[in-house]
């Protein structure tokens, strides 16, 4: 050994700590992949398919072509993540999942551990699981292009969009070329799992041409099922999490993420007064945006249950993730999109979309709540009767 180099002398202990696994019973996965989103895409179906075991379950990864601090960045946020009482409230199959690197990063592997379930995971986990043997693909993809027919069309909540089937259709005069919208979904009531369909997507995306593949809608009829609180929590818990793994490993810049579910409530998004990756802006907000978009009249004239209305530009008929490219974004927002936006008070913050979401209110308002409300009812039943 004193005659190795480090490097070799690394590779040496590395090997021996593979071989310790595999002399364990655990199994040693091999993953060729090269790149952030396949290795997520790698990381979260594996760590899917241990946590839909009800025993202690472990494996490890190995994934030679990526940088160490890729790696550890992931283990990293996973642990910090599973400290956030917040977040893991919501999120309990999180919980029996542990995650570490082999060695302590003397190598490119992940060591990947589940607990067995307590009688209250096991619990949790029959409820979330139960509607899933009852989602059919065909109906609730039938029941989001109705929802996107109903609000982004015909109530013009999106100026670019023209039908359900081509995105960008409006934006052919500021250098982006529409394509086909993909209809992706996932019947799995597990976070996990989830995200390694979110992370398939984003590599489907990566992999297409713009006029082969415009956009993905995402549905995840059993992530939050229903339009009550508890459901709510649970679909904003989910999408926080989606979020926040694109973020860490600076995926926000390639692609931008809008959230959808029955109940949208931006009120009961964290945090309530900034703004929150993939959400409405705050609703505390919108007076302030009406007022700078022209419209000071509605600004004084809507109540606080009226400028609410806004939320059913996002009440979908379950949770559903709209995958865009950033280009998309970049151009319908426009080159100088960004403004301070004045909360009064001496309280300026950075804002976009002013005149988007300034008319998105006004026309909502206009259709009225029974109105509105009767369209997700008609949705929802729709996705899953």
């Avoid at 969009?161 to 500021?174: Q, Y």
């Avoid at 993939?278 to 009406?290: K, Q, V, Y």
Wanted: net charge negative.
């Amino acid at each position: 050994m004193d005659d190795l180099s480090e490097e070799d002398r690394r590779t040496t202990i590395f090997q021996n700590l593979l071989r310790d696994l595999q002399n364990e019973g655990v199994p040693l996965l091999g993953c060729d992949v090269d790149a952030v989103h396949t290795m997520n895409a790698a990381l979260w179906t594996t760590m899917s398919e241990l946590s839909l075991q009800n025993d202690a379950r472990k494996s490890c990864l190995i994934m030679e072509r990526i940088p160490l601090p890729a790696l550890q960045a992931f283990v990293n946020d996973f642990n910090a993540l599973k400290s956030q009482t917040r977040l893991l409230t919501q999120l309990p199959e999180l919980q029996r999942i542990h995650v570490s690197m082999v060695g302590n990063g003397i190598g490119p592997a992940l060591s990947i551990q589940t607990t067995e379930r307590t009688p209250l995971e096991l619990e949790q986990y029959l409820e979330r699981s139960a509607i899933e043997e009852t989602l059919n693909e065909a109906k609730c993809t039938e029941a989001l292009r109705s929802f996107i027919t109903r609000i982004v069309i015909d109530a013009e909540t999106c100026p670019y969009t023209r039908t359900p089937d081509h995105a960008a259709t409006g934006l052919l005069k500021k250098g982006i070329t529409p394509g086909p919208v993909a209809y992706r979904f996932s019947s799995s009531s597990d976070a996990c799992a989830v995200l390694g369909t979110f992370w398939n997507t984003v590599c489907e995306l990566l992999s297409t041409p713009q006029e082969q593949l415009s956009t993905t809608m995402l549905s995840l009829p059993a992530i939050g099922v229903g339009d009550t609180d508890e459901a709510h929590s649970r679909f904003v818990a989910v999408v926080e999490l989606i979020g926040r793994n694109l973020c860490l490993f600076r995926g926000d810049g390639a692609f931008g993420l809008v959230h959808f579910h029955p109940a949208y409530d931006r009120a009961k998004v964290f945090p309530v007064d900034k703004p929150a990756y993939g959400h409405l802006p705050p609703r505390g907000w919108l007076r302030a945006m009406l007022r700078m978009n022209g419209n000071g009249d509605a600004a004084e004239r809507f109540t606080d249950e009226e400028l609410a209305m806004s939320d059913f530009q996002r009440r979908a008929p379950f949770t559903a993730i709209n995958v865009l490219r950033a280009g998309q974004l970049d151009a319908a927002a426009g080159k100088y999109s960004i403004v301070n936006l004045d909360l009064g008070g001496g309280r300026l913050e950075k804002a976009s979309g002013i005149q988007t979401y300034s008319r998105n209110v006004m026309r909502l308002v206009s259709l009225g709540e029974d109105l509105l409300q009767d369209g997700v009812h008609h949705d929802m039943a729709k996705a899953y009767y």
